[in-house]
Structures are given as structure tokens and as C-alpha cells.
């Protein structure tokens, strides 16, 4: 199994950018998809998830939106509006727990390795 994302890179805040996550070597569609943030010397953080309907951690809600198409087993990221405060090393993760779509990191056991985003003011 590998979750390879990709996208990442320097923004300027208020602009926008896309992170892709292409999955291989699992049943794409019938997994809970997810994105997780992680900043220096910060826990990870839940950005939202798509099984079926999608979910948002609230700090990006109204700003970032998630998208899957399950024919290309990719997964993406819209980040539109980022703020400084959104410089994270991004990750895609999945899980077949339908009960992945609270967020927690414990219930993902596929991870991908990251993509660094930085958004300068």
C-alpha cells in the first residue's frame, strides 16, 4: 500500500493551492480518506475526510475543500485562502474504520509521507 502526496510548496496567503494523493496497492473506494496537518513542535491535526459525504476540522472550514475520484484512486486538497497559520507538513492517511471521519489519527492506519505547504504573509 502507498499514499504518495504531492502539491505542495510556498503560497502566498489569500492565494491557492491543490495537494494530490494518489493511492495504490488498496480497494480505494471503499476507504475513508482523510488529510492531517502537522506544524513544528504541534500535534497532527485533522483537516477533513471524504467517505461519501466530507468532513472538516474547523479551522478550515469554508476554506479548504476535499475531493476524491475514485477511478484515479486520488484524493485532493483545495486549499483556498490559506493564512500563515496553515504552514504544515500534509498528510493523506486512510482507513476502512467508518468511524475515521471524526478525525482521530488512531483510527487511520494507512499514511502517506507528507508534503511540506508554507504560506507567507
Known amino acids: 500500500v502507498q499514499l504518495q502526496a504531492s502539491g505542495g510548496g510556498l503560497v502566498q496567503a489569500g492565494d491557492s493551492l491543490k495537494l494530490s494523493c494518489v493511492a495504490s496497492g488498496l480497494n480505494f473506494n471503499r476507504y475513508v480518506m482523510g488529510w492531517f496537518r502537522q506544524a513544528p513542535g504541534k500535534e497532527r491535526e485533522f483537516v477533513g475526510a471524504?467517505?461519501?459525504?466530507?468532513y472538516y476540522g474547523d479551522s478550515v472550514k469554508g476554506r479548504f475543500s476535499i475531493a476524491r475520484d475514485n477511478a484515479k484512486n486520488t484524493l485532493y486538497l483545495q486549499m483556498n485562502s490559506p493564512k500563515p497559520e496553515d504552514t504544515a507538513v500534509y498528510y493523506c492517511?486512510?482507513?476502512?474504520?467508518?468511524?475515521?471521519?471524526?478525525?482521530?489519527?488512531?483510527?487511520?492506519?494507512?499514511w502517506g509521507q507528507g508534503t511540506q505547504v508554507t504560506v507567507s504573509s
Open positions: 492517511a486512510g482507513s476502512l474504520d467508518p468511524r475515521a471521519v471524526s478525525g482521530s489519527t488512531l483510527k487511520y492506519n494507512k
Open positions: 471524504s467517505y461519501g459525504p466530507t
